[in-house]
């Protein structure tokens, strides 16, 4: 008998999915292993208001496979002219789940991000009245700031600030990935949680230059050194509530990754879940796994956990070179290579 989990069916609470054809190629991958996802809104051109969101949510349910009950919890881009009633009207409407703040140019498709915050105090007040989380891109975007330390400037010169403001705002940072944004968390009150990514777990910044450049280990936040990838390891595992899974599965065309000036984002949902296993598994907690992926996010944004379960076998298990998507083709995480653990239903 191989070694077997059985957890509550889990969230992906950090998920791109983009649009159109590569939509139809990557949404079964999280529909298989997940029973829901907060979806990302930075398409072309982003998800900013409760239309754009129904029309997308939309476009998700028409590309699911028949039999499954996967539920695509939405949210909102930040831009410099949200405001309270279309946050309230948002939220209202049971389409939006949250709001997405990236700074302005800090990553893939957040040119119509935020790039001054003294104006969005009212928007983020009406949010903590709600209960309605606000989701962070943590990471300043001074081109004179080292590309490694961003985050840590983010925390001190931005988020901190914002949360002094309106301490009583839920604030997600997302795909946290520095022992200090660990620390932050842990001696933050109960209204700050934080996502992190199978790939943050993994690897460390020696695997971007892994016998030559390898542009598909490039995202953002960018890896960081080993004592911060073991940092986020023990806080995953811990058990402590405030952390949960967050996949940040952000596919481009291998074309996108391959080039000159590569995208950033890794493409996981193929094999996120057995990835996150393999990293509980090593560090003997695989009795935590199931508060990270399935109960600490729902009970950090207040909404049901999911219902049922998924097991998983321990047993080799190939990822694929690409996927298709009409004319050009996505290359998943450790394409090629294998993961030790397999869904099984
Ligand atoms: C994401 C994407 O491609 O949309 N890229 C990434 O490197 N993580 C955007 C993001 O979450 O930063
Ligand atoms: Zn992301």
């Not at 982003?46 to 028409?62: D, F, G, H, R, W």
């Not at 948002?90 to 939006?96: F, K, P």
């Not at 909404?303 to 004319?327: A, Q």
Request: with cysteine.
């Amino acid at each position: 008998m191989p070694q077997s989990i059985t957890i509550a069916t889990p969230t992906d609470f950090h998920l791109h999915i983009r649009d159109g054809e590569i939509l139809k190629t990557v949404l079964p991958h999280s529909a298989n292993e997940y029973g829901s996802a907060l979806i990302m809104p930075n398409l072309k051109p982003p998800v900013t208001s409760l239309a754009l969101a129904k029309k997308y949510k939309m476009e998700i349910l028409q590309a699911l496979p028949v039999d499954t009950t996967f539920k695509p919890l939405m949210s909102l881009y930040f831009t410099q002219n949200l405001n309270g009633p279309a946050v309230r009207e948002a939220y209202a409407s049971d389409t939006v789940t949250a709001v997405k703040l990236y700074p302005a140019g800090a990553t893939t498709n957040s040119d119509s991000g935020v790039s001054y915050y003294d104006g969005i105090e009212g928007t983020l007040e009406t949010m903590a009245e709600l209960g309605m989380p606000l989701l962070v891109h943590g990471e300043v975007t001074d081109q004179a700031v080292d590309i490694f330390d961003r985050e840590v400037r983010f925390i001190e010169g931005i988020l901190e600030p914002i949360r002094k403001r309106v301490p009583t705002l839920k604030v997600v940072m997302e795909h946290i990935t520095t022992k200090e944004a660990v620390q932050y968390v842990l001696e933050a009150n109960d209204n700050l949680g934080a996502t992190i990514t199978a790939h943050h777990l993994l690897l460390n910044r020696n695997a971007i230059f892994q016998g030559g450049i390898h542009p598909h280990h490039y995202c953002l936040p960018i890896l960081k050194r080993e004592t911060h990838r073991e940092a986020l390891v023990n806080a995953a595992v811990s058990g402590n509530k405030k952390f949960f899974l967050g996949t940040d599965s952000a596919p481009h065309p291998q074309g996108a990754k391959e080039s000159a000036c590569g995208c950033a984002g890794i493409y996981t949902a193929f094999s996120s879940l057995p990835l996150y296993t393999e990293v509980f598994e090593k560090k003997n907690a695989l009795d935590k796994l199931e508060g990270f992926a399935s109960f600490h996010g729902a009970d950090f944004y207040g909404i049901p956990r999911n219902e049922g379960s998924v097991t998983l076998v321990k047993e080799e298990t190939i990822i694929p070179d690409s996927f298709t998507f009409g004319e050009d083709v996505v290359v998943p995480f450790r394409s090629g290579g294998s993961v030790a653990w397999k869904v099984v239903g």
